[in-house]
């Protein structure tokens, strides 16, 4: 098996910064694609950001310009680095991964989410 822990989140205040983790751990033989989305109650859960395993990022229009995602291949992490956030940017933040848990299954693992709360 396969789990995602993610941690970082909590409360701040508009204009400012947090950093997300999300570490993976278990049978993994390697990890492909990361993930980040995020979720409003009531609402789709709507992704934010991608990393591939050769680094190569993509974002949503949203959050262009002010989130980085990374990882850190050799300890299994991804993280997301959010700055300038927003009201609008509250919500549940969930890390996501395809994972090869041997040479040729490959699987999509999620975390169990992190609150994110931007005051206004």
């Known amino acids: 098996q396969v789990q995602l822990v993610e941690s970082g989140g909590g409360l701040v205040q508009a204009g400012g910064s947090l950093r997300l983790s999300c570490a993976a751990s278990g049978s993994i033989f390697s990890i492909n694609t990361m993930h980040w989305y995020r979720q409003v109650p009531g609402k789709q859960r709507e992704w934010v950001a991608t990393i591939t395993s050769d680094g190569t990022t993509n974002y949503a229009d949203s959050v262009k310009g002010r989130f980085a995602i990374s990882r850190d291949n050799a300890n299994n992490t991804e993280y997301l680095q959010m700055n300038n956030l927003k009201p609008e940017d509250t919500a549940v933040y969930y890390c996501?991964?395809?994972?090869?848990?041997?040479?040729?299954?490959?699987?999509?693992?999620w975390g169990k989410g992190t609150q994110v709360t931007v005051s206004s």
């Open positions: 996501s991964a395809n994972v090869k848990v041997n040479s040729y299954d490959s699987r999509r693992y």
